[in-house]
C-alpha cells in the first residue's frame, strides 16, 4: 500500500466509530423527501465541529460544504449522498430500527449519508497536501425525484466549476469489501402514468344501457400489456407496470370513474414518448367504440444514469489499486431502478458506485426499499476509504 492509502486507511479507522453512531442515529430518525430538518441539523453539527465551510439552498434542506484543498489549483469536483427515507413500515430487526412509524431508511441513504461524512473528515485531514476544491453534496427528496434539480438550478455545478461527480449508494447485493460498478448506462430512465376514465355509471345489472368502466379498465391493461414488443420494439422495450386501480363503491353500480397508474422504465426517453403516445390510442379507441372520456397523465421523472466511459474505468483502476482487483465488482447489465443523480450525470462526467454492505451471514438478500431491507456498518469503512481516494485521484487527474 502506497504511504498516502496507509493515511486515508489510518483516517477511516479513526472515523468509523463515530460515523456508525452517526448512521444509526440517522435510522433511527428516518425523514421522508424535503422534510429532513433534523437530519440536516445533524450534518451541520459535525460539519461545523471540524470547521468544514457549509452552505444551505434556502427554501430547501440541501447541504454543501466545501473542503478547499490548501495548494494552488482551481480545479472542483462534487460528491452526492443523499439523505432522505421512504414510507414504509421497518421490520429489519436492527437495534437500531426506526422509532418513526411508518417511515424508514430502507434504501441506505443513512449509510450513504454517513459515508459522505465520514469522507468529508478523511478530505478535510488531507487538505494541506492537495488542490482544487471537493463541494459535498447532501441532496434531499432523491425517492421523490427531487433534490438534484434544485442543486442544479441553485448553480451547485459553478463557481468553481465542477469537472467531475462521484456518488456511492449501498447495496446490500454486495458483500462488505467490495464495490460495484458499471461503466456507461447503469439503469433506466422512469416515467409515471396515470389514466382516468369517466363513464355514465348505472345499474350494474343494466351494462348494456351504460359503460362497464371495470371492463374497459381490465382490457386497456391488457392491451398495455402488449405494447412492449408488438408496438415498441423488442429490442429495448423496457417495462410498463400498472400497479395501482380503483373504482366503483358496491357490487351493484357501475362507477362513473375508473383510475389506473403505474411506471414505465426503459433506457431511452423516445421510447417513453412512444408507450405515452400508444396509450392515449388506446384511449381514443376506446372513445370510439365506449363513448367515454379517457385522459392519460404522463410524467417523465429523469433519465437514466451514465457513467463516463474514461472516467468509470480510471475509477476502477484506482479502487483495484487500494482494495485489490478482486474486490472491484464489473457489473454486466443496467438494473431496472432509477436515480435522480442522472440529472447531474447529464451535465457533467460521473461515476456512480454501489458499495458493498450484505453481511457474511447473509443468505438471503433483502432488497432496497423492502421493510426487511438491512445493511452492515462494516460497509463503511470500505465506502469512506474508496470515495476519499476516488476523490483525489480525479482532483489530481
Ligand atoms: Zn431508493
Ligand atoms: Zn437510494
Redesign the pocket.
Known sequence: MKDADKEIFRLAEAIYPEMVAFRHSLHRQPELGYAEHKTVAKILAVLEKWKIETERVSGSTAVIAYIRGELPGEKSIALRA?IDA?PIQEQSGVAFSSAVPGVMH????DFNTANLLGTAYILNSLKGGFSGTIKLLFQPA??IFGGAQELLDYGVLRNPAVSAILAAHVSSRYPVGKIAVKEGFINMAASSFAVILRGPGGHAAAPHRSVDLILVAAKLIEAMQLLPGHKVNHIDPGILVVSHIEGGSAGNVLPEEVRFSGTIRAQERAVHELYAAEIRKLLRVQKFLNGIEGILEFSFKGEAVYNDLTLTQFFCEEAALLLGEAQVIRIAKPTN?S?NFALFSAKVPSVYFHIGGKGRNDREVSA??SPTFRVEDAGLSTGMRVLAKAALAVLQR
Not at 430502507?106 to 441513504?109: E, I, K, L, P, S
Open positions: 443523499e421512504l430502507a434504501c441506505g441513504h432523491e425517492e431502478g436515480e432496497v426499499h
